[in-house]
């Protein structure tokens, strides 16, 4: 399933591969070295600090858009292998699939939802308890169905 990537997806993998590797880290550190070294001969100038402040600032602001890249793609990546664990499983509720795309407001709701089915499943003391939106929606239908209230007897 491997498939052709633009150019950007390829740089950017490679960048962020070279640039959190040990290597990087230890050429930044001689960067600063050599800037500290070079401070006397240039008389500690204002050339001087602007020259890594803005070399600084340059890397910082690309370095930015590359993270976000790699992000995006394992976030993406993620989700789509957390989709297929909660689809392939029958006990999962297949409406959680995409919730990224819910609003704040609603994932919230979600989240309380869940807090309450982890303080169930702590009072049950039983781990192999499960509890799912669509099993909870089931039960609450046949809890309003019991307790709907019954024609008086005559």
């Known amino acids: 399933m ?3 990537s633009n150019f950007f997806e390829r740089f950017s993998n490679w960048a962020t591969a070279a640039t ?3 290597a990087a880290f230890f050429i930044a550190i001689g960067t600063i070295v050599v800037w500290l070294i070079t401070g006397p001969v240039f ?3 204002d050339t001087w600090q602007l020259i890594i402040n803005t070399g ?3 890397v910082t602001f690309l370095m930015v858009f590359l993270i976000q890249k790699s992000q995006n793609k394992d976030s993406k990546a993620i989700h789509l292998k957390l989709n297929e664990l909660l689809a392939s499983h029958e006990g999962t509720s297949n409406r959680m699939v995409n919730i990224e795309d819910l609003t704040e ?3 919230d709701h979600l989240y309380k939802f869940y807090r309450q089915l982890s303080n169930l ?3 049950e003391n039983d781990l192999t308890k499960t509890h799912s939106i669509d099993a909870a929606e089931e ?3 046949r809890k309003s169905v019991a307790r709907k209230p019954r024609p008086a007897a005559k």
Request: proline share 0%; charged share 40%.
């Open 139 to 141: 039960n609450q239908k």
């Open 105 to 107: 407001e609603e994932l």
């Open 121 to 123: 499943a702590e009072k």
């Open 2 to 4: 491997k498939k052709k």
């Open 20 to 22: 959190g590797s040990s």
């Open 56 to 58: 600084t600032t340059i």
């Open 43 to 45: 008389h500690y100038s």
